[in-house]
């Protein structure tokens, strides 16, 4: 199977899953010709669910991104590789519910669980992908492997692990890992190190 082709797959993938995301967000029942503050009253209770599409559609781009990246570096893709990438794509398109679940009850212990999980299902298959490439020598270059090391998805990892004992401890510490995660990859120093 051409690399070309698993590309154009994920992306796919990719463009319907962030396109599913806003499904979780609706508009307020108002009547017609509502003044400003009506409006604004209304919009309140959508907070947490405009929160949650944000910080999924954050996380959803920084693992395209990245999912780009990564492929751009390979010379090929073998059949162990793509069936790699289905099982990540897998844990992408489930995002959309710990998503709309993490809108409709924020602070509540399951959400939150749900979606670590998830997302650490995301970041632990990226993981595989990079110790899969490395030891398939799969890299058009060998620089590109030091950039692409399995290593490279530990911070993320951890986030997502932490934050799953963090839920029962206080709910806001655990969703703090959550927007730390997209976080890291907008601080320059880490995109240098890390991402390239």
Same mark, same amino acid.
């Given at each position: ?12 993938? =990719? ?37 949650? =599409? ?42 959309? =519910? ?16 749900? *979606? ?22 799969? =890299? ?19 986030? *997502? ?10 709910? *806001? ?24």
């Amino acid at each position: 199977m051409s690399k070309e082709r698993v590309e154009t797959y994920s992306d796919g993938v =990719f463009a319907i899953v962030t396109t599913l995301l806003i499904f979780g967000l609706r508009a307020p029942q108002i009547a017609s010709h509502s003044s400003l503050s009506q409006y604004a009253r209304a919009m309140v209770p959508l907070i947490p669910n405009l929160v949650s =599409f944000i910080l999924s559609f954050g996380t959803i781009s920084v693992h395209w991104v990245s999912h780009h990246s990564f492929f751009h570096h390979l010379d090929h893709v073998t059949i162990g590789l793509v069936w790699l990438n289905n099982f990540f794509l897998l844990w992408i398109c489930l995002l959309p =519910f710990p998503t709309a679940m993490l809108g409709d009850h924020p602070t509540d212990q399951f959400p939150i669980l749900l *979606y670590a999980v998830d997302s650490l299902l995301c970041a632990l298959s990226f993981y595989l992908f990079r110790t899969y490439a490395s030891r398939a020598k799969l =890299f058009k270059v060998e620089a590109y492997s030091r950039t692409q090391r399995p290593r490279r998805s530990l911070p993320v990892i951890g986030l *997502y692990l932490l934050s799953i004992p963090l839920a029962f401890v206080n709910a *806001y510490f655990s969703l703090a890992c959550f927007f730390l995660v997209p976080l890291l990859y907008f601080i320059p120093s880490f995109i240098q190190t890390y991402i390239k």
